[in-house]
């Protein structure tokens, strides 16, 4: 069985820290290269380059990841007590 506690928080904190990479590659790169209009599309609400729009979406990309894992853990230990 997994701990969904653990996967939860585990793929929380994945998300987030690729919102940062993600945030961090556009403030490095030419604007042509930029994923800012993705991470718009993806995330309601988030505003390229202001303070509110920043935090926004790392806590949105949080959240995403956190609800992955307990979908994830849900779905497999259903599966895992059914078949395994």
């Known amino acids: 069985m997994l701990n969904t506690k ?3 928080w585990t793929l929380g904190l994945w ?6 990479t993600c945030i961090a590659y556009g403030l ?3 604007e042509s290269l ?6 718009e599309q993806v995330l309601p609400a988030f505003k390229w380059l ?10 949105e990309s949080f959240l995403y990841g956190v609800y992955a894992g307990l979908v994830y853990c849900f779905l497999y230990n259903r599966l895992r ?4």
Do not use: E, Q, S, Y
């Open 15 to 20: 998300t987030a820290v690729m919102f940062l």
């Open 81 to 84: 007590h059914r078949f395994g």
């Open 28 to 30: 490095v790169t030419p």
């Open 6 to 8: 653990l996967v939860a």
């Open 50 to 59: 202001t303070w509110w729009g920043f935090l926004l979406g790392l806590v």
């Open 34 to 39: 930029h994923m800012h209009d993705f991470l």
